[in-house]
């Protein structure tokens, strides 16, 4: 498979995932307010209401468990970007700068439209 196959494969499974990961946090009263949103700083995966709360979701996919799996891929570099971009983000929405923000990971173990299960781990880090 050339590169520019697996490029737009992953980029689709992507696409999959964040979809199925929408949806999943919606039949559970999430209100989704934003997704995909891209800035200098980097990207969003989903934001949204939980409860009074303004949640930045980071969404993760992994086949396999290797290497700590799709949560274990939320290491502190990526933690660091998310913090960024949501820094970033509410300082051209301030209207959203009045709810308490958690950062959440929301994992895909196994293929969107195959095998799938999910985890929502609520707080998963905190800023540094």
């Known amino acids: 498979m050339a590169r520019r196959e697996i490029r737009e494969s992953a980029l689709e499974r992507g696409a999959a995932s964040e979809q199925l990961a929408a949806q999943y946090l919606r039949a559970r009263g999430f209100v989704v307010l934003a997704s995909n949103l ?3 700083a980097g990207e969003l ?3 949204g209401i939980d409860g009074g709360v303004l949640a930045i979701i980071e969404v993760r996919q992994r086949s396999r468990m290797e290497f700590g799996g799709a949560l274990g891929s939320v290491a502190w570099r990526k933690q660091r970007k998310i913090v ?3 820094r970033f983000f509410l300082q051209r929405r301030a209207h959203w ?3 308490r923000l958690r950062f959440d990971v929301l994992a895909l173990h196994g293929l969107p439209g195959g095998e799938c299960r999910m985890e929502w ?3 998963a880090f905190r800023p540094r």
Do not use: Y
Request: net charge positive; aromatic share 0%.
């Open 38 to 40: 891209r800035c200098k």
């Open 45 to 47: 995966d989903l934001v």
């Open 84 to 86: 960024r971009a949501a």
């Open 97 to 99: 700068r009045a709810h």
């Open 121 to 123: 781990v609520k707080d």
